[in-house]
């Protein structure tokens, strides 16, 4: 069976981009079929992470208007998964498009990942809706968990599950959110806590996923545990109190709103 994982974050630039295409590598090199998308056709930079000109090919917008077939718009990449690119053609989408496009892979992939764009809009309420997950992505700062926060609630309504959240860009220094905070407040296991690493825009640049260009890294095993952990369905949500003490904390951050 095809699962379904959307990566978003309430806040642009935390490294959705980034997760999709170095948890793809992992679970490819853990033998998985993964196919990756480009769900944020607002601003598509999922090939370019990869190191894929786009001019020319057929994407997803082509999918997604029934112009094509998905099987047509999938590329495979080096690190041995297959991706979807999307382009930047028009500014309104029909989004409803993307679970037509998406229900041409089910059965032929182990894992699909949704790159979904940051914030609350249409344009991620598609990718939320068509997923069986969403994994949230912040960085340890009080703007990107307040966003997460705002988004997580948004999902919640939207009736689907957030079954992690990954911290990213960490430094490890004292004014940092630490992983017991973000989970608490968000309500939401941290999956892994990535430190930053010069060597994550250096992988944009050749178009390779860091975890191929940084083998033995902290940053590389860690994001191989979640992909495991994803592989294995093992990344369980909170325990009932670790939610109810979350639901306090929600309180809390709407009277201060
Ligand atoms: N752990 C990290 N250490 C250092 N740089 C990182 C790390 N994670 C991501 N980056 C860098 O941060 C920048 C933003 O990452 P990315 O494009 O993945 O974010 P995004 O959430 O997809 O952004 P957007 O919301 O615009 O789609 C990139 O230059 C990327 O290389
Ligand atoms: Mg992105």
Known sequence: MTKIIAIASGKGGVGKTTLTTNLAASLANQGKKVVVVDANLSAPNLA????????????????????AY??????????????????????????????????????????????????VNKEVDAAVKVADEVLLVVTPDEASLRNAILLKRHIDELGKSVTGVVVNQAKNVHYELSDKEVEERLGVKVLGRIRYHRKFRESIAVGMPFVDIARGTEQQMIIENIAKAIAEGKHENLSLWQKFVAFLNRDIVIWSE
């Open 70 to 119: 998905i099987t047509h718009a999938l590329y495979k990449h080096p690190s041995g998964f297959y991706i979807v690119p999307a382009d930047l053609d028009e500014i309104e989408h029909n989004y409803g498009g993307l679970k037509h496009a998406l229900r041409q892979l089910l059965g032929n992939a182990d894992i699909v990942i949704l790159d979904a764009a940051p914030g």
């Open 48 to 67: 370019i992470h990869l190191g894929i000109p786009t001019v020319s090919l057929i994407t997803l917008n082509d999918v997604m208007k029934h112009n």
